[in-house]
């Protein structure tokens, strides 16, 4: 049986989006991670200003541990500041590192306020479906 994957949408801020697609940033981290098990892609969403799809990226493999953990074996593509890092994990037990995998971006950044009906940015994510990865 042939597996079924999925896409979800972030919220990610420009100046992390940059990099990213750049390539200096190799790893998304997050405090929570979806639960299906069957998602391998991530469309992009940047942050206002610039409130746009801006591309998407396949996972590669994701890591959970403790914040210090994640960091020690993350840190030299991060792209975020150490402490920058550890301010967004404060108080947290575990910590979530997304390692990003091949990188598309858009020919074109995508308005999803005028593309879809009832756009509204994740606040941590958001499984995308059919209709809207059609519309990509």
Same mark, same amino acid.
């Given at each position: 049986? %042939?597996d079924?994957?999925?896409?979800?949408? =972030?919220? @990610?801020?420009?100046?992390?989006? #940059?990099?990213?697609?750049?390539?200096? $940033?190799?790893?998304?981290?997050?405090?929570?991670?979806?639960?299906?098990?069957?998602?391998?892609?991530?469309i992009?969403?940047?942050?206002?200003?610039?409130?746009?799809?801006?591309?998407?990226f396949?996972? %590669?493999?994701?890591?959970?541990?403790?914040? =210090?953990? @994640?960091?020690?074996?993350?840190? #030299?593509?991060?792209?975020?500041?150490? $402490?920058?890092?550890?301010?967004?994990?404060?108080?947290?037990?575990?910590?979530?590192?997304?390692?990003?995998?091949?990188?598309?971006?858009?020919?074109?950044?995508?308005?999803?306020?005028?593309?879809?009906? %009832?756009?509204?940015?994740?606040?941590?994510?958001?499984?995308?479906d059919?209709?809207?990865?059609?519309?990509?």
């Amino acid at each position: 049986m %042939k597996d079924f994957f999925m896409k979800v949408m =972030l919220s @990610i801020k420009p100046q992390y989006v #940059d990099k990213i697609f750049s390539q200096i $940033k190799r790893y998304e981290f997050r405090k929570s991670i979806f639960k299906n098990e069957n998602i391998d892609t991530i469309i992009v969403y940047a942050t206002k200003p610039v409130s746009m799809l801006v591309g998407e990226f396949k996972i %590669k493999k994701i890591y959970k541990n403790t914040p =210090l953990q @994640i960091w020690e074996s993350t840190k #030299d593509y991060a792209g975020i500041s150490e $402490k920058a890092y550890f301010r967004y994990f404060k108080d947290k037990k575990y910590a979530y590192a997304i390692e990003i995998g091949d990188i598309i971006k858009y020919p074109r950044n995508i308005d999803p306020y005028t593309t879809f009906v %009832k756009f509204s940015p994740p606040q941590s994510y958001v499984y995308v479906d059919d209709n809207l990865i059609k519309a990509l």
